[in-house]
């Protein structure tokens, strides 16, 4: 007790011209800084996750595009719906508790507006995300590919990728990084391959379970790469979904239901859990 730890202490007289602070003084304050530091210790929750989640598109840029009956459907409004569901799920601790940790979700975008390439994954790297995913669906001439795949960011001499690259980078010229740019700035991404292509297979394998559980026929056309802009500078782990083809009948009709976005969204999120679950 404080009683008996100031009997304890003689206070002399205070000789003239100096200033003395009392030793019970110096203790009580030392005691007082240990005791809230300590509380402060006790009290202080460890620091969230951070996952950045970019609906592609957006804006005058619809992204590809179909008819399904009289109904136009976008590319953009379709990966918003997606984005806006993973963060619902995403953000209730009841999905995240086993982490030990909450989950934070930053959209680059929450409602129909135009976004430059560059300003997505240099929001994930401001913010030092502990993952970056663009939700995207897909389109192609045929009518006949159809399917869910993720990529990661590598260069590819695949035809169909190649061709993802020419769509998903379409630009204007200001925009467009000049070739000695970009060779600096895919080598700096380098360092984050491996895990980027750790979180492209584990949401690739959790939005597949998730929608088999649910008896939805689809392909799964697994993990691949590409130089996509989107995911160059973001400098943290990093995916992009295209979550099936708007141009394939069948793909569309799934696309079509509410349910079946949210089915792909509740996927994507418990994908999002087991890769921070990794880190």
């Known amino acids: 007790p404080m009683a008996s730890i100031a009997s304890l202490v003689t206070l002399r007289p205070m000789p003239r011209g100096k200033m003395v602070t009392p030793l019970f003084g110096i203790f009580s304050i030392s005691l007082s800084l240990f005791l809230a530091n300590n509380e402060n210790k006790a009290l202080a929750s460890p620091k969230p996750y ?13 992204g590809a595009t179909a008819r399904i009956g ?3 459907m976008a590319e953009k409004d379709i ?3 997606i984005a ?3 963060e ?4 209730n601790p009841l999905y995240s508790k086993p982490l030990g940790r909450k989950v934070k979700v930053v959209l680059t975008r929450r ?3 135009t976004l430059p390439l560059d300003s997505r994954s240099d929001l994930a790297k401001k913010e030092r995300a502990d993952l970056f995913v663009s939700i995207h669906a897909n389109s192609e001439t045929t009518h006949k590919a159809r399917g869910l795949e993720t990529y990661f960011l590598n260069n590819t001499d695949d035809k169909a990728s190649l061709k993802l690259q020419q769509i998903e980078n379409r630009t204007s010229k200001r925009e467009r990084p000049k070739t000695d740019d970009l060779l600096l ?3 700096a991404a380098d360092a984050g391959v491996e895990a980027s292509r750790s979180a492209a297979e584990i949401l690739q394998a959790s939005i597949s379970d998730q929608l088999r559980s649910e008896d ?3 392909t799964d056309r697994g993990v691949k790469q590409a130089m996509l802009y989107v995911l160059l500078d973001s400098q943290v782990p990093a995916a992009l979904v295209e979550c099936f083809y708007l141009s394939n009948q069948d793909d569309l009709a799934l696309l079509a239901q509410p349910e079946n976005r949210a089915r792909i969204a509740e996927g994507l999120a418990k994908g999002i859990l087991r890769f921070l679950a990794t880190r």
Do not use: N, T
Request: avoid cysteine; aromatic fraction near 2%.
């Open 84 to 86: 806006l569901h993973a």
């Open 50 to 62: 951070l996952v950045v989640l970019d609906p592609g598109h957006g804006g005058a840029d619809l």
């Open 111 to 113: 409602r129909d507006q």
């Open 79 to 81: 990966a918003l719906a």
């Open 70 to 72: 009289k109904r136009r």
């Open 216 to 218: 939805l026929r689809f």
């Open 88 to 91: 619902k799920i995403l953000s």
């Open 185 to 187: 700035r895919s080598i």
